[in-house]
């Protein structure tokens, strides 16, 4: 979801002097909202199963959870400046 974020985010620059606003609001949402929930759900299912006495943490998954949402929260908020700066024009 954080590389679609930045898909749209370099769509929409390339498309610069007239920015489409519903580019932008796809990649607030993709990159701010749907990586935070999407991580989210993989954490409540990896903290379920930490009962388990079987449970071996996966520290590669965690990496790249935290690593897509940064990612994704940053091109999200690239889009959030975007769509703010094109809707004050």
């Known amino acids: 979801m954080a590389l679609a974020s930045i898909a749209v985010l ?7 002097p007239a920015i489409p606003v519903v580019l ?3 990649g607030y949402v993709t990159g701010a ?11 409540a ?4 199963r930490r009962s388990r006495p079987d449970f ?11 690593v897509s949402v940064t990612v994704g929260i ?3 908020l690239a889009n959030a400046i975007l769509l703010a700066t094109e809707l004050a024009k």
């Open 10 to 16: 370099s769509v929409t620059v390339a498309q610069l």
């Open 24 to 26: 932008t609001v796809i």
């Open 45 to 48: 299912s990896r903290d379920s």
């Open 74 to 76: 940053v091109a999200g």
């Open 33 to 43: 909202i749907l990586c935070m929930i999407a991580a989210s759900f993989y954490r």
């Open 56 to 66: 071996r943490v996966t520290r590669g998954w965690d990496k790249l959870v935290t």
